[in-house]
């Protein structure tokens, strides 16, 4: 079975830094970009950013670019999101989503698969 | 950015009943990058449509989409008890960001 096994729940002081994972589970890393969408505590999507683990290629949201920072280790099939200086409007959800593409183009066309997500609360 | 907007915002209806859920595009969009999803409380979102009008694996048929430029539609035919969630489309048409709509939240009346 496919799966996204997410980092447990996270608790920071503002300025401080995290790092998150997502490890891949019944498939290989490779060939399919991996990224994160965050959801605010009732409220909707908003996707951040995706990596492509053969070549590190990043796409970011301009929302957060430059706030985050996406990466992979191709070696053990998990990908990070990592943050240097939280803010408490960090505060929310944040799932790991395996994205798919059109094999005749490549290009991304949805989410088939979902970590369980991981909770980050930032509060002094 | 390309901005989704979902109406309506909450619909009630009862079990048995057809359900309507419209994504309207700022901008027009290939039917080939618009997705829907289903998210159910404390759960991670699940992938229902893509590409505007086909089924993700495992989706019942009662899960049609339909739709094209700036208008798309997800239909639900016949409403289980377990379709009452919150429903979300997104696209990927245009170069990041991949927006979502704002949702529209489908509650037993």
């Known amino acids: 079975e496919v799966q996204l096994v997410q980092s447990g729940a996270a608790v920071r002081k503002p300025g401080e830094s995290l790092k998150i994972s997502c490890k891949t589970s019944?498939?290989?890393?490779?060939?399919?970009?991996i990224g994160w969408v965050r959801q605010m505590p009732g409220k909707s999507l908003e996707w951040m950013g995706i990596i492509y683990p053969d070549d590190f290629e990043t796409r970011y949201s301009p929302s957060f670019r430059g706030q985050v920072t996406i990466s992979v280790d191709k070696s053990i099939g998990t990908a990070y999101l990592q943050w240097r200086s939280l803010r408490a409007s960090d505060s929310a959800t944040y799932y790991c989503?395996?994205?798919?593409?059109?094999?005749?183009?490549?290009?991304?066309?949805?989410?088939?698969?979902w970590g369980q997500g991981t909770t980050v609360t930032v509060s002094s | 950015e390309i901005v989704l907007a979902q109406s309506p915002g909450t619909l009630s209806l009862s079990p048995g009943e057809r359900a309507t859920l419209s994504c309207r595009a700022s901008?027009?969009?290939?039917?080939?990058?618009l997705a829907w999803y289903q998210q159910k409380p404390g759960q991670a979102p699940r992938l229902l449509i893509y590409g505007a009008s086909s089924r993700a694996t495992g989706i019942p048929d009662r899960f049609s989409g339909s739709g094209s430029g700036t208008d798309f539609t997800l239909t639900i035919s016949r409403l289980e008890p377990e379709d009452f969630a919150v429903y979300y489309c997104q696209q990927y048409d245009s170069s990041p960001p991949y927006t979502f709509g704002q949702g529209t939240n489908l509650e037993i009346k």
């Open positions: 901008q027009s969009i290939s039917s080939h990058f």
């Open positions: 989503a395996r994205h798919v593409t059109y094999d005749s183009n490549g290009y991304i066309y949805a989410v088939d698969v």
């Open positions: 019944g498939y290989g890393i490779s060939g399919y970009w």
